[in-house]
């Protein structure tokens, strides 16, 4: 069964300034990490426990080739992505931010 894709405002806003971040760096890059994104994000419609947990019940899927993850909660209404971060990111301070964005 295929879930929906939920993105919260907050991390529509993380996805916004990543994108920015990387067509600053080369024109082009922005748009080949949206399409990282929405494959990644297409494979959580049809396997929403795909990516290992993280701190629950957040899980966390990789990006490829990046350094970023996208964080997201899987529930019946679908698949909830309440935050984009970059994994190098100090996780404590990272999971307070993201604890107030619980769906």
Do not use: C, H
Not at 37 to 64: C, H, Y
Not at 88 to 101: A, G, I, K, Q, T
């Amino acid at each position: 069964m295929k879930r929906e894709i939920v993105w919260t405002w907050a991390a529509e806003a993380d996805m916004q300034r990543f994108f920015d971040e990387a067509e600053d760096f080369q024109e082009g890059k922005g748009v080949e990490l949206l399409t990282q994104v929405e494959t990644a994000s297409a494979l959580l419609t049809q396997f929403p426990r795909m990516a290992p947990s993280w701190r629950f019940p957040v899980r966390r899927l990789m990006i490829r080739r990046r350094k970023i993850a996208l964080f997201y909660v899987p529930e019946s209404r679908g698949v909830v992505i309440i935050g984009v971060a970059d994994i190098r990111r100090d996780p404590d301070e990272w999971w307070n931010e993201l604890r107030s964005r619980m769906p």
